[in-house]
């Protein structure tokens, strides 16, 4: 595979001009996702209508109920797909005009069940859930994510591309009001939910809606789902949701508008520069709903300080590494603004840009956000539409201007559950007091997506084209692609090209570089053993290369290798990861980041290594996972641990510690360094309500010790008090705190 790869590398200038902008893949793969269609078959709940308001208790003895129809059908997801599950699930489905109710029953076989905390969005493995699915405006595309288990702890998050991936195509910052009552007995728990329609959007007057609901039993150590999902697919994947019918078609939500107001007092010392901060904040955001499908979200002087912070890695790469959007504002809906071309190497909107700026010594500084608004939803069934408008202070002590930030898409629905996709951003300086050098006026960006997933969820792909526009702007300023994924129950593969010109530029996206085109290959192989406890083996190969125009011989990286896992029953994972490199670096470079003699620019290296890990079974008081690394590293070698340990007592406390560490031994005169990450974690869980969470992360890296400790009471529903409390120290061998905070912050929200 790696020698008919190689052959491939070898563009001419010529050759490469003919790709730019990689026209010719976007038309052929677009032609290719056109015509890949297909039909599932379906069941369905069905939900009758009743007048009267249920107390939502855990108990289910309304009469209501018993006129209920009930499902019970669950199928195994793990550890195979074709069984039905060990220990029956029953659910019932009730709707009045303002709600939507769920019964869930689920049979156990004792009361040792695992619920490792009593806090809010919870992580789903490990411990025993139930865990639903709404796809109101039955696209199979879009929808929203609930889950509780027999304490009635709750977590949701919104679904977007189709949820396929669950990690990447989720966002489990968005908060709303709904409820749970609990009743655990030796036998089952029992979850009563109550889902006001106000806080979903869907269209008036639909009468279905996609649904499936799953399980993970840690006794039976099975995930059970009642619409069946092959064990190839995320089980999140909404293609696989089947009918939930209203016994009658629904009204206009009515939902409320909201105004969520917060005060902030700030005691802060910048210990360095010898500055003190005592101050009184006043902001807040407000929700106006227009219609069933459409939400305009303002926000005026926005305050993020109760934030969770950003976790600390060692960055070994290049690259600027990106992090999740934590802040509540950008959340939802945040699909229909990020989900546009290449999330890994060229995204043109990336909202965490938006109140960050640089200074005069081109170090990232928090940038006030004066206001802004968004306005995002369903137009119609098929067509959603994004807005966004954003304006940034002006800091005169650091030199920044103020700026206006502004984003507008829209995606038509095409076929059973694809879409074409327009977006337009524009980025434009409000003053020019403070204009540097490398700061433009203005910058925009205007681009089609077409997204592809067929109704089996086996094929799915992107095409993309992008351009960009700034003041004295060059003219190779495009960035396109496609790719094109496969995905059956022992086979996969992907294939994809993205190309980025020298000229394209996206102040408001993530690029990690330009001037550059990306071959992508990879190639999955799975086997199921019977009567084993692996559930599955995974084989994946794996071929990237990046071409530039800049050399004679066109090749600046390649990596090529394979992966190889083993999946267990209990959850419990080993990997086998092997790759070979290529890197031609263009400028000086040192590797370990700590400005130490970097490595020659205009230099090739090519380098091998290998690495071996392993994941515990999560359920366990005790779990942990590790890995470790050896092998070449550029003119050298590297050696790594990575170990995060996890205690926990159920359900009031969990204690982790993060420890990696990373030897970098490079031959004179470049640099020999260990680089450690150490990040203990203590979450206490009072109550459903009271939650003390203590952060601390030291990098040598950075030379930086942080310290976050934050007690939340949650005294209303979606309302806050927070105090929290920050360290910083950015000389670790300086006993002084560069930086300490303290804020005390309250929200509430109000309906009206």
Do not use: C
Request: charged letters at 20%; a neutral charge; zero cysteines.
């Amino acid at each position: 595979m790696g020698k008919q790869l190689k052959s491939n590398v070898n563009f001419t200038p010529q050759k490469l001009q003919l790709i730019k902008p990689s026209h010719q893949l976007f038309i052929a793969l677009l032609g290719l996702f056109w015509t890949l269609q297909a039909q599932q078959s379906s069941q369905q709940i069905f939900v009758k209508y009743i007048q009267n308001d249920l107390n939502i208790d855990g108990l289910g003895n309304e009469p209501e109920w018993s006129m209920a129809t009930e499902v019970s059908d669950f199928t195994q997801w793990r550890p195979t797909d074709s069984l039905p599950a060990t220990y029956p699930t029953r659910v019932k489905a009730l709707f009045n005009d303002e709600y939507l109710y769920l019964l869930v029953t689920s049979t156990i076989a004792s009361k040792n069940i695992v619920v490792p905390s009593l806090q809010r969005d919870y992580e789903g493995y490990g411990n025993d859930n139930i865990t639903f699915t709404l796809d109101t405006f039955n696209d199979k595309t879009n929808g929203f994510f609930f889950g509780t288990n027999p304490y009635g702890v709750k977590r949701e998050a919104l679904l977007s591309n189709g949820a396929n991936d669950y990690r990447r195509d989720s966002n489990s910052s968005w908060d709303t009001k709904w409820e749970v009552g609990n009743q655990l007995t030796d036998s089952t728990y029992v979850n009563e939910i109550r889902i006001p329609f106000a806080r979903l959007n869907y269209p008036q007057g639909s009468q279905q809606w996609g649904f499936n609901l799953y399980r993970y039993d840690t006794q039976s150590e099975e995930w059970t789902a009642w619409a069946r999902v092959p064990q190839n697919q995320s089980i999140v994947a909404l293609a696989f949701n089947q009918p939930m019918i209203f016994e009658k078609p629904l009204g206009k939500n009515n939902a409320p508008w909201a105004a969520i107001p917060y005060i902030n007092s700030v005691a802060a010392k910048d210990f360095d520069n010898d500055k003190r901060d005592n101050s009184l904040k006043f902001g807040g955001d407000f929700k106006v709903p227009i219609g069933n499908g459409l939400n305009l979200d303002l926000t005026l002087n926005p305050d993020f300080s109760q934030v969770e912070v950003d976790d600390q890695i060692i960055n070994l790469t290049r690259f600027e590494v990106s992090l999740p959007e934590k802040r509540q504002f950008f959340i939802q809906n945040s699909d229909l603004f990020t989900n546009f071309g290449d999330s890994r190497e060229a995204q043109p909107f990336f909202s965490r840009r938006i109140g960050v700026a640089k200074d005069r010594d081109d170090n990232n500084i928090q940038n006030r956000i004066i206001g802004g608004l968004r306005l995002s939803g369903k137009l119609n069934d098929r067509l959603r539409i994004g807005l966004m408008n954003m304006t940034t202070d002006e800091d005169p002590e650091n030199g920044i201007d103020s700026f206006n930030n502004s984003v507008l898409t829209l995606q038509q629905q095409v076929f059973s559950r694809s879409n074409l996709s327009f977006i337009f951003i524009n980025r434009e300086e409000l003053n020019e007091e403070y204009d540097g050098a490398n700061i433009q006026n203005y910058n925009r960006v205007m681009g089609l997506d077409y997204n592809l997933a067929s109704a089996d969820n086996k094929w799915t792909g992107r095409a993309y084209a992008h351009r960009s526009t700034v003041r004295r702007g060059g003219d190779d300023n495009w960035s396109s692609g496609a790719t094109i994924d496969y995905n059956t129950r022992f086979y996969g593969f992907r294939l994809g090209g993205i190309y980025v010109g020298d000229d394209f530029q996206s102040d408001l996206g993530f690029i990690r570089r330009t001037g550059v085109f990306k071959q992508v290959a990879t190639f999955s192989r799975r086997w199921y053993p019977q009567d084993s406890p692996v559930v599955s083996y995974q084989l994946r190969l794996l071929s990237f290369m990046f071409v530039k125009s800049e050399r004679p011989s066109n090749l600046s990286d390649r990596n090529n290798g394979f992966r190889f896992s083993i999946n267990k029953r209990d959850q419990s994972s080993w990997e086998f990861e092997m790759r070979n490199q290529y890197v031609y670096l263009f400028d000086p470079f040192d590797p370990t980041g700590t400005d130490q003699t970097p490595l020659p620019g205009e230099a090739e290296y090519k380098y091998t290594w290998g690495s071996v890990s392993y994941r515990s079974d999560p359920i366990r008081e005790i779990s942990f996972n590790s890995e470790l690394s050896v092998g070449q590293f550029y003119n050298g070698h590297r050696y790594g641990i990575r170990n995060n340990i996890t205690l926990r007592k159920q359900p009031y406390f969990r204690a982790s510690l993060l420890l990696n560490f990373d030897r970098i031994d490079l031959p004179d005169p470049y640099p020999t360094k260990n680089l450690w990450l150490i990040s203990p974690k203590i979450e206490t869980t009072f109550s459903k309500n009271i939650f003390w969470t203590t952060f601390v992360q030291y990098s040598s890296q950075s030379d930086n010790l942080g310290i976050n400790s934050r007690l939340q009471w949650r005294f209303a529903p979606l309302s806050d008090l927070y105090l929290v409390y920050n360290d910083q120290y950015y000389d670790i061998d300086n006993p002084q705190a560069s930086f300490r905070s303290i804020n005390l912050k309250l929200t509430y929200w109000f309906n009206f």
